[in-house]
């Protein structure tokens, strides 16, 4: 009998928390029997039905805090797991990963695993805060082992109680050098690019800013992704009369394309884990300007593969793209040794292998089948 096991996420839509998922799904068909849970019809419902794995839709289980439909996505978990028996539930995203959890223990599921793309207390602020905070301490015991996407996740985790040293690792995310087209040169006006969700804790504000204060300068920029805040974003840009210059695509599946038709990647998130997007930017041999937050350091060394600022700092957002924008040979040899980082730290194959070990370990401890080798 093949060890089951089963992915849940909040949303289908496209996010790195989704992309982390789909990418282990290929690698786990062989030795397992794989379902994956999630709430719409987003790229991860496409991703597991190519890989062989079953996708379930969750109706209740949704991002927005909600009592009552928190209470009814527990137990349309708990009936998951009733029906699915899996030996390991692997929990991804904040809401998931609470209801999940919890479900999962109520269930008596033997493996309980948590990845952690960013932890929610450090990303919002406020009562909301408080309140991630709080569920996450109270998890804490029912969860067999954390993964954390970056060593600045795991040290901020332990720090506010919500993982113990003993069952919390570090893999961090990884891409495919091999399966990213590399940027060529280009001639006109340079282009930078943004690929992220329009919702906090991105801060596409903070970038429109940034390129406003550029003054003169050419440039022309590409947005990448929607969300609740699409209208405040395009609001800011005619606002500061940059229609012209700024490109809102939305949702798109030729990322690869568009990085490769760019010269500089941005991203002035105010948290993060250690995002996927910055990864591919590297991967394409692009230089990456981003802020100084979560595992982004982790990635983007300053001054040998990128460039860090504050967050929330237009004026020093605005000086190192402009730094990048009149530097071509910058550029160049920014995006040359990114490339180089990442095919030598963050390649996915590691990654892939490090979540079998995980497994493979788990379940021999628990004396669970184990997958075909």
């Known amino acids: 009998m093949r060890p089951r096991i089963l992915f849940v996420v909040t949303l289908a839509e496209t996010g790195g928390a989704q992309t982390y998922v789909a990418s282990l799904l290929a690698p786990l068909a062989d030795g397992f029997d794989v379902a994956v849970a999630a709430h719409g019809d987003g790229p991860l419902r496409d991703a597991a039905r190519a890989a062989g794995a079953r996708f379930v839709p969750l109706r209740h289980v949704r991002r927005p805090l909600s009592l009552w439909r928190d209470v009814l996505g527990l137990f349309e978990l708990l009936a998951l797991l009733h029906r699915e028996h899996p030996h390991i539930v692997h929990v991804n995203s ?84 091999a399966a990213v087209q590399s940027a060529g040169a280009r001639s006109g006006r340079p282009r930078l690019v943004t690929v992220g969700r329009l919702q906090a804790p991105k801060d596409a504000i903070t970038l429109i800013r940034a390129l406003a204060a550029l003054g003169e300068r050419p440039f022309e920029a590409v947005l990448v992704g929607d969300g609740p805040d699409r209208p405040a974003v395009e609001e800011e840009i005619r606002l500061l009369g940059l229609e012209r210059a700024i490109e809102l695509v939305g949702e798109r599946d030729d990322v690869p394309e568009l990085l490769a038709a760019a010269d500089l990647f941005v991203l002035s ?89 995980l497994y493979r370990g788990l379940l021999a401890r628990s004396d669970l089948p184990l997958p075909s080798p």
């Open 269 to 357: 998130s105010r948290s993060e884990g250690l995002p996927l997007s910055i990864l591919e930017a590297m991967a394409a041999g692009l230089p990456v300007v981003a802020s100084n937050v979560g595992g982004v350091p982790e990635a983007v060394v300053d001054g040998d593969t990128g460039l860090l600022v504050p967050p929330s700092d237009p004026q020093s957002l605005a000086t190192a793209i402009e730094r990048l924008l009149v530097d071509p040979a910058l550029r160049r040899r920014l995006g040359e040794a990114g490339r180089m980082r990442v095919e030598e730290h963050f390649d996915l194959a590691a990654v892939h292998q490090a979540h079998l070990e």
């Open 94 to 177: 904040a809401k998931a990963g609470g209801l999940g959890r919890l479900a999962a223990w109520l269930a008596r599921v033997p493996i309980r695993i948590y990845t952690v793309h960013g932890w929610a207390f450090r990303a919002h602020r406020g009562p909301a805060s408080v309140l991630y905070l709080w569920a996450e301490r109270s998890l804490r015991p029912l969860t067999t082992l954390t993964v954390c996407v970056a060593e600045s996740e795991r040290r901020a985790g332990l720090a506010a109680r919500t993982c113990d040293e003993r069952t919390t690792v570090v893999i961090r995310n990884g891409v495919d050098p």
